[in-house]
């Protein structure tokens, strides 16, 4: 058991204090140091990292290799602006960006330091290089808080009083199967989706205006729900036929979660632009838009980008992180960890019917409550309880979903075998009190 949170709890209440409340409060644990996959708060407690920051220390907390790299580059500058002084660092992860993540013959890339920025970046690209401007994005997609990128973003609660928004954005409804397939197969349940694709060139937008479609792969906010493959597949034919750009947003799916650099990649369809952040620097504040080198060009000089476009300092922690991932090999890593946790949470929601849907793909694992077995009766109580019962025994782990209703599971790749044990045994005994099996 966690002992008594005192110097926690002071902490919190500093927040409170002088933090404004629209910051978000996900989790009450506090930190004091953090190391692979171990959290350690202030009063001195270990607990065990199933969030990774949001998706971000995918190589585990403070890796010594990017240490190393932040330590020796703040020796040498801090900033110029890339605008203004070109730096090696920049180039160097550029180039290293357009090998593991090829898009096409040549493929270029731009750097910022959100994955919101990227997203921003993105549709400024499309929208130059077909000179057109609608958008269209899925329901229960995340794509970040500023402006357009909080257009695309589905989850109301995030924009309480935020409007107007963008222009020009449409919304199709994601082809969520576990959710909605009802009573038919997977092929039936594309096929129909496939179709409503095609008729949103009728009933929702003019599809000769459309410069964009945005996709999360595998949702992340929206509660980790992959695209069904063949979806995917008949978007990017639904893109070529009318000459729009296809968007992939990467930023929770991609460095090694998934078993790939990109989840794309799982998928094999290749998009024509494609956003990272998160796991890119191991916490350092970076980003990248990936894309087709003639479409990336069609950019004006000056129409994007930014003062703080791919700082030295994040730089080199990106290319110290991905070579750190590739000398452990944590897409193989990915591969290990998700079949250990979706065995071990397969098995337990067979004997728990509060257990709508145990996906995802790689290490990147929600676990679904409902009501009546019913994936149209959410449940997000159970959730809260879940989360709240695990911090107060060692584990940290998140919800995601529009309804709160998932768990997701985003452990640092890091995470050793008998941690990892630890932690789902945790979560697990968590779940069963929380559906009363246990007292």
Known sequence: ???????????????????????????????????????????????????????????GHCPEPVVAAIREQAGKYLHTSFNVVTYEPYIQLCEELAEILPHGEHTKVMLVSTGAEAIENAI????????????????????????????????????????????????????????????????EFVNDELKRLHESALNL????????????????????????????????????????????????????????WASWQHYGVQPDISTYAKSLGSGLPIAAVVGKAEIMDAAAPGSI??????????????????????????????????????????????ACPEIGDVRGIGAMIGIEFVKNNDPSQPNPEVCSKIIAGCAENGLIVLSAGTYKNILRILSPLVITIEQLDQGLSILENEIKKAIGQII
Do not use: W
């Open 1 to 59: 058991m966690i002992k008594d949170l005192t110097k926690s709890q002071a902490l919190l209440d500093r927040r409170k204090r002088v933090v404004a409340d629209g910051v978000g409060v996900f989790n009450t644990i506090t930190v004091k140091a953090a190391k692979g996959a171990i959290v350690t708060d202030v009063d001195g407690n270990e607990l065990i990292d199933f969030a990774g920051g949001i998706g971000v220390v995918n190589a």
């Open 305 to 350: 980008g930014g003062t703080y476009i791919g700082s030295p300092i994040c730089c080199v922690a990106a290319l110290a992180t991905i070579k750190h991932m590739k000398d452990l090999d944590l897409n193989e890593r990915a591969g290990v960890i998700g079949n250990i946790i979706s065995t071990r949470l397969t098995h337990l929601m067979r």
């Open 124 to 187: 400024k690209i499309a929208r130059q290089a077909t000179q057109k401007s609608a958008v269209l994005c899925f329901t229960d997609a995340y794509h970040g808080r500023t402006m357009m990128a909080m257009t695309l973003t589905s989850k109301v609660s995030y924009k309480y009083d935020c409007g107007p928004y963008a222009p020009e954005v449409y919304r199709l409804p994601f082809p969520n199967f576990y959710r909605y397939h009802g009573e038919r197969t997977m092929d």
């Open 205 to 260: 937008v003019d599809v000769k205006s459309v410069a964009a479609i945005i996709i999360e792969p595998i949702q992340g906010e929206g509660g980790f729900n992959p695209v069904p493959k063949r979806y995917l597949e008949g978007l990017r034919a639904f893109c070529d036929e009318h000459g729009i750009m296809l968007i992939m947003d990467e930023v929770q799916s991609g460095f090694c979660r998934t078993g790939h």
